[in-house]
Nanobody, 123 residues
């Protein structure tokens, strides 16, 4: 089992940047595929980015390609989401998630979730 704690959210102006971190506790972090998801008010939770356990594979939502970068440091049990050129439509609660079996872009395949961190982008 793994516990996830997100940090780094906040209020930023459009065009600005934020870096989200997700610290994992528990064993075998390096064997987990990790994902960042977000949920805006009144909308379904959606994938932002995913990274495989070893970091060799990544996937991004079309809406964030070229602006966001997911990365991980297995020695620090941490996954990151660097967000650049933020826009008001990026406003949402951002969640970190982990799963061990499938490298997936589907939230249903993720077993462990953090509590979320709010990102608000003002225009």
């Amino acid at each position: 089992q793994v516990q996830l704690v997100e940090s780094g959210g906040g209020l930023v102006q459009a065009g600005g940047s934020l870096r989200l971190s997700c610290a994992a506790s528990g064993r075998y972090f390096s064997s987990y595929n990790m994902g960042w998801f977000r949920q805006a008010p009144g909308k379904q939770r959606e994938l932002v980015a995913a990274i495989s356990s070893g970091g060799s594979a990544t996937n991004y939502a079309d809406s964030v390609k070229g602006r966001f970068t997911i990365s991980r440091d297995n020695a620090k049990n941490t996954v990151y989401l660097q967000m650049n050129s933020l826009a008001p439509e990026d406003t949402a609660v951002y969640y970190c998630a982990a799963e061990r079996i499938y490298y997936s872009v589907n939230s249903r395949d993720y077993d462990y979730w953090g509590q979320g961190t709010q990102v608000t982008v003002s225009s």
